[in-house]
């Protein structure tokens, strides 16, 4: 990464990625149309009440007895909340709604959830992360792990950490989710990607987290 | 004996029937005989070649494409390609390098067996054509960096 995009990244007057955490603070405040509960209701200040939360996410679900993300975990809180907004996957409000919880553990080392229960759907996670998949027949650790640093074309291939996510890609000229940027990398090599939410998705989350752990969370960050 | 060479070449006829209509015969490291009857056409080869939505290959190697900026480096480089390989050697590692080196990260350019979660709109393709398989060979077999042959 470019010292450049390094520097845009640690400014947040420059980090573009601080304008969906600006509109992701704003959603959390927000009654729903003709009254009810915010986020901060229940929760309160998120500077407070949300410090360290997504350096452990995926977490255990007892609900669904599945690890969970950040954003489908937001997505089932909502689904209990009266009058508050359907916000899809890779939705600008979900998004930005995750940055925010995000940006709230940033500096905080990525902690991946010690629930034994998790183990298996970690070691699925891994065995997807190893697997060729695609008409070009590439795993993911064929570049991220074997070949990190190398170039791909005129790409440096980096170890490919969860840490950062959501985050403003200068490629999208956007934000988006880690999911997104694993179906970037699927639709490289000519594989079908899962839907998003799909739990293919959550499960190798949750080995990437352990992978990159304790890297600090840099949510929101900027990369090429 | 003689039955049991008759086995064996059935098994490795067998072995070469391919999705795309084609045939090949692997024999050691080499695929001997050209895929198709036309000769390949080194100049469409090399625009294959140096074609990132086509051949792929600059995105991994580099090369003697003086025009070509931003070429990979995970792979060797083309240069001199054609004074390490024989055609059938270069044929065997375009069609199918997995049969060198099963943890190859070269794509088997006209196999289709063995891949998984192959995306619906690639699903049961080759990357290449026999016909463009030919024409890369072709050109790849020109890349020497020393005068005589092989």
Redesign the interface.
Known sequence: MSASTQAMQRDDVQNPGMLAAGQGEALWNAQPPGGGQSCASCHGDATASMKGVAARYPAFDEATRRPIDLQDRIRACNARRPGAPDMPHESEELVALSAYVGLQSRGTPTAPDPDPRLAPFRARGQALFERPIGQLNLSCAACHDARAGGRLAGALIPQGHPNGYPLYRLEWQGMGSLQRRLRNCMTGVRAEAPPFGAPDFVELELYLQSRAAPLAVETPAVRP | MARAILFLATLVLASSAHADGGRYEVLGDEIPKPLTDQPGDPARGRAIVVD?RKG?C???HSGPFPEE??????APSLEGAGDRNTPGALRLRLVDS?RVNTDT?M??YFETTG??????E?RD?T?LNAQEIEDVIAFLATLKTTGGSR
Do not use: N, S, T
Not at chain 2, 69 to 74: A, I, K, Y
Not at chain 2, 115 to 120: D, E, G, Y
């Open positions: 990132r792929l600059l995105l991994c900026r931003f070429q990979g480096d995970l997995r990260i794509p088997p891949l998984h979660r192959v995306a619906p690639f393709k990357i």
